[in-house]
């Protein structure tokens, strides 16, 4: 004997294929009667014995996920196994995934810089995939674009390590699959940051390398995905810079220059690409063109959080580079400063303490320049 899933899985499907041969009803219009009578666990989950509940298709069971997250709760992963086993399509589970992350936002900045999750949002990606986890014990194949959303919704929550697996298993299942490789280029990178913080070099270099050979995969011509190469040098000529290595440092800056100047060839009004081609240029000693280069990002992108940090401490070099002019630098540093510290709270790449350790700097930085106005 079949389980209780499979056997609600068989009764919908035998009536969505008989239905509408009279005329009578839609192809797609789905009659439950008292012989879907349990599921597993021995309760009735999403659909009510005796009662005509419509439609289920991909469309109706995301309206019934968004409903519930814009009413504050969410759906059961009970409803979500039971609605994807009527389906029963692999591409309609992805599908729904796909769907359900497009909803949350959740998208390649999620992998940079998450947002903070309500409650009930958490607990709904929670359920997906959970529900998820269920119908593929019960025969619904998971595709590499299914386990592509789930990895999103995995980072969304923060939970990295879980999107990484998920991000390798689309990889895996379809070695054609771009999105996955992107995925994963961006997290490791992103994560990458945040161990070069901590001095984990072993770490660093670990995920770097990964990064740089999932970026591999990616369109040669696409000025993001450059722009994200471009990053993946730049860290590494960091991690060369902090323990020793010379010849590394200077031929990562080196590759980080071209490929930025590349991206920004491609695509003038990437602001991604303009503020790592101002990094590239900063750590090269080039200060002019690295504070034209973050200033062009911020015109593109006003609310760039990243450039305006990054920008300040170009200011500040130039502070040391230029002493006769260090007051009027320092007064752009400030300014600068001020407007990442305004923005910061709103992303969720910078930390608590770190705002708090900026707001110290500006209050010693308005010491230094006198009365501190910009």
Same mark, same amino acid.
């Given at each position: ?6 056997d609600?899985a ?23 009667? &008292? $012989? ?18 419509g ?9 019934? %996920? ?7 709760? #969410? ?7 039971? +609605?994807?086993?009527?389906?029963n399509?692999?591409?309609a ?15 390649? &900045? ?5 947002p ?10 929670? $359920? ?6 269920q ?5 619904v ?19 990295y ?14 070695? @054609? #699959? *771009?999105?996955?490789?992107?995925? %994963?280029?961006w ?11 901590k ?37 590494? *000529? ?5 323990t ?10 080196? @590759? ?6 590349r ?7 990437n ?9 590239? #240029?900063?750590? *090269?000693? +080039?200060?002019?063109?690295?504070i034209?280069?973050?200033?062009r990002?911020?015109?593109? @992108? ?13 200011? $500040?070099?130039?502070?040391?580079? @230029? ?8 007064? /752009? ?39 501190? /106005?910009?």
């Amino acid at each position: 004997m079949q389980d209780a899933g499979s056997d609600i899985a068989r009764v919908h499907k035998s009536q969505v294929d008989n239905a509408g041969t009279d005329g009578a009803a839609p192809l797609n219009q789905i009659v439950v009667t &008292q $012989e879907v009578d349990r599921v597993d666990g021995g309760e009735v989950t999403g659909f009510k014995a005796g009662q005509i509940t419509g439609a289920v298709t991909v469309k109706s069971t995301i309206n019934q %996920i968004q409903n519930r997250i814009i009413q504050g709760n #969410y759906v059961d992963r009970q409803t979500i196994t039971n +609605n994807v086993l009527v389906l029963n399509d692999a591409d309609a589970l992805a599908e729904i995934l796909k769907c359900v992350a497009e909803v949350l936002g959740a998208n390649r &900045q999620t992998l940079i810089s998450p947002p903070t999750l309500p409650g009930n949002v958490s607990q709904q990606i929670e $359920e997906i995939v959970a529900a998820q986890r269920q119908v593929t014990t019960q025969g619904v194949a998971l595709t590499a674009s299914a386990s592509h959303h789930l990895g999103m919704l995995a980072a969304y929550r923060r939970d990295y390590e879980t999107a990484l697996d998920y991000f390798r298993r689309a990889a895996q299942t379809d070695p @054609e #699959y *771009a999105d996955a490789y992107e995925a %994963i280029a961006w997290l490791q990178q992103s994560q990458a940051h945040h161990d070069l913080v901590k001095r984990n070099y072993t770490q660093v270099t670990a995920r770097l390398a990964e990064a740089r050979a999932a970026a591999m995969h990616t369109d040669p011509l696409d000025a993001q995905m450059l722009a994200l190469r471009g990053y993946i040098a730049g860290t590494s *000529a960091q991690v060369a810079d902090a323990t020793g290595n010379q010849p590394d440092r200077d031929k990562y800056h080196a @590759e980080a220059v071209r490929l930025f100047e590349r991206a920004a060839q491609l695509d003038p009004a990437n602001p991604s690409a303009q503020n790592g081609l101002g990094n590239a #240029y900063q750590h *090269a000693g +080039n200060l002019d063109a690295a504070i034209a280069a973050h200033c062009r990002a911020i015109e593109l @992108e006003p609310r760039y959080v990243s450039a305006y940090h990054d920008l300040a401490i170009a200011y $500040e070099d130039k502070m040391r580079a @230029e002493p006769a002019r260090a007051d009027a630098w320092c007064r /752009k540093a400030l300014e600068a400063w001020r407007k990442m510290y305004q923005l910061a709270p709103d992303d969720s790449g910078f930390s608590a303490d770190y705002i708090l350790n900026i707001g110290q700097h500006i209050l010693q930085l308005e010491r230094q320049c006198g009365k501190g /106005k910009s």
